[in-house]
Antibody
């Protein structure tokens, strides 16, 4: 069974840092690209970042570029999001999501349960 | 960035109804379009990928269509468990933008 489990969420002051982790199981993690998607409570979904299976390709949303860093450790089946210089508007539930490719089409076929990050003084 | 616009933003319907949700892209995206369902407090769930391909395990009452800029998600006969929020997402380019969501409520 495919499972993605996020951890590391919590309360942090504006300007602070936090590191989210996502631990994968039930599939060959090394062969899949991964993403972070966030959702402000009560609002819609916002894609945050992408990392390819070998970490060779990384993308960020403009809203987090220069502040957030995505990384992965394939030996530990883990995905990370280092969040620095946090702002009130970064408050959200953060999901990790597996990206599957079929033909040339990509989609997020498995999601974690989410980790709540609250930025507040 | 490609903007995704869903309509309606909310919809009231009854069990057994046929429901259609539309999604429009700000530029052509071929069939690089996915649909997700999200229930309160839960992670999104993939329903449809590549505009019309049904994800494994998803009931056949869900279907998707469209190409280019205009897409639809149809639920042929609403069941109680279908009341949720639905999001479209384009995978044509980065950033992978989502629509704002359509909340499907019980009438």
């Amino acid at each position: 069974e495919v499972q993605l489990v996020e951890s590391g969420g919590g309360l942090v002051q504006p300007g602070g840092s936090l590191r989210l982790s996502c631990t994968a199981s039930g599939f060959s993690y090394i062969t899949f690209s991964m993403n972070w998607v966030r959702q402000v409570p009560g609002k819609g979904l916002e894609w945050v970042s992408y990392i390819s299976s070998s970490s060779n390709t990384i993308y960020y949303a403009d809203s987090v570029k220069g502040r957030f860093t995505i990384s992965r450790d394939n030996a530990k089946n883990s995905l990370y999001l280092q969040m620095n210089s946090l702002r009130d508007e970064d408050t959200a539930v953060y999901y990790c999501a597996r990206e599957k490719i079929t033909g040339s089409r990509t989609f997020f076929d498995y999601w974690g349960q989410g980790a709540l990050v609250t930025v507040s003084s | 960035d490609i903007q995704m616009t869903q309509s309606p933003s909310s919809l009231s319907a009854s069990v057994g109804d046929r429901v259609t949700i539309t999604c429009r892209a700000s530029q052509t995206i071929n069939t690089f379009l996915n649909w997700y369902q999200q229930k309160p407090g839960k992670a999104p769930k993939l329903l449809i990928y590549a505009a019309s391909s049904l994800q494994s395990g998803v009931p056949s009452r869900f279907s998707g269509s469209g190409s280019g800029t205009d897409f639809t998600l149809t639920i042929s006969s609403l069941q109680a468990e279908d009341f949720a929020t639905y999001y479209c997402q384009q995978s044509f380019s980065t950033p992978r933008t989502f629509g704002q969501g359509t909340k499907l409520e019980i009438k």
